[in-house]
Nanobody
Framework: QVQLVESGGGLVQAGGSLRLSCAASGSIFSIYTMRWYRQAPGKQRDVVATITTGGSTNYADSVKGRFTISRDNAKNTVYLQMNSLKPEDTGVYYC?????????WGQGTQVTVSS
């Protein structure tokens, strides 16, 4: 069982930056693949960035070159650095931990990008 708590969301102007954090507890953090998802108003929840247990990363095309996912296993935390933010990046950002067929979610943090 993993508990996830996101933080770092807020209101930012287009072109600005935010850094999201997701703190994990309750299990061995390093064994989980970690993902950030985004859910825009009225839309489905989509994966934005992934980091594996080995540190490999993958990004949605819409955020490549602007977002960076990283993890600090010593701090049980995954980060999402978001630069050059656009209004279409607005949404609730969720942290997800996955191992085999088990998935765990945080409560989400709101990111609003004004034009």
């Amino acid at each position: 069982q993993v508990q996830l708590v996101e933080s770092g969301g807020g209101l930012v102007q287009a072109g600005g930056s935010l850094r999201l954090s997701c703190a994990a507890s309750g299990s061995i953090f390093s064994i989980y693949t970690m993902r950030w998802y985004r859910q825009a108003p009225g839309k489905q929840r989509d994966v934005v960035a992934t980091i594996t247990t080995g540190g490999s990363t993958n990004y949605a095309d819409s955020v490549k070159g602007r977002f960076t996912i990283s993890r600090d296993n010593a701090k049980n935390t995954v980060y999402l650095q978001m630069n050059s933010l656009k209004p279409e990046d607005t949404g609730v950002y969720y942290c997800n931990a996955q191992r085999l067929s088990r998935y765990y979610w945080g409560q989400g943090t709101q990111v609003t990008v004004s034009s």
